[in-house]
């Protein structure tokens, strides 16, 4: 069955640094998402991508977060300068063209900012 | 703007009696509605979901969720709980905006009592 692949599942960065969260979607889907949960929260969406471009994203996006497809099969997450705040499960989630369509959730990259 | 929901933040059932955890939702379009479940330290699994027609929704493990439009409400039931079923339980609506964000209640967590 196909499936939604993250790497790495644990990321340990210090503050400031940039770190980039990779996701493999499931191949023939053409919107792509990522989420986040901030430990003990609910998931909050951030961004989605579709014909590599952002089509929304939300008002946590801000100017340190950037999405790219480099290729024909990864799809990245990108923080330029982490904060501690920054801290949180960032799940990647992908899905066909109708608002209908399912959403497959990866299993999740844990950031950790110290 | 749409919302979700969810009452009871956490829910405890002995094992083989009913689960019955509660899911109000805003829309202000038909909505499109699921439920998905989270083990610990595991990502998101789809449930259900309702999008159109039949208002009683039949997902996997035993979990079925009825959309009633009156009430603005999705609550989620299975007869008989298993001791598996325990774990974080979210309810979400699709966003009506074109990105297809899906905007998740702050989740229930089912505790099942041997």
């Known amino acids: 069955e196909p499936e939604v692949t993250q790497t790495p599942s644990h990321q340990v960065t210090q503050m400031g640094q940039e770190v980039i969260l990779r996701c493999v979607p499931i191949s023939n889907h053409l919107y792509f998402y990522w989420y986040r949960q901030i430990l003990g929260q609910k998931v909050e969406f951030l961004v989605s991508?579709?014909?590599?471009?952002?089509?929304?994203k939300s008002e946590i996006f801000d100017d340190q977060f950037s999405v790219e497809r480099p290729d024909g099969s990864n799809f990245t997450l990108k923080i330029r300068s982490t904060k501690l705040e920054d801290s949180a499960m960032y799940f990647c989630a992908s899905s066909g063209w109708t608002s209908g369509d399912e959403q497959f959730f990866g299993p999740g990259t844990r950031l950790t900012v110290l | 703007a749409q919302s979700v929901t969810q009452l009871g933040s956490h829910v405890s059932v002995s094992e083989g009696a009913l689960v019955l955890l509660r899911c109000n939702y805003s829309?202000?379009?038909?909505?499109?509605l699921f439920w998905y479940v989270q083990y610990p330290n595991q990502g998101l699994q789809l449930l259900l979901k309702y999008t159109t027609g039949a208002t009683l929704v039949k997902g996997i493990n035993g979990f079925e969720a009825e959309f009633k439009k009156s009430e603005t409400s999705f609550h989620l039931t299975k007869p008989s709980a298993h001791m598996s079923d325990a774990a974080e339980y979210f309810c979400?609506?699709?966003?009506?905006?074109?990105?297809?964000?899906?905007?998740f209640g702050a989740g229930t967590r089912l505790f099942v009592k041997a």
């Open positions: 829309s202000s379009v038909p909505p499109y």
């Open positions: 979400a609506v699709r966003g009506d905006t074109g990105g297809f964000k899906t905007i």
């Open positions: 991508f579709y014909n590599n471009e952002i089509s929304e």
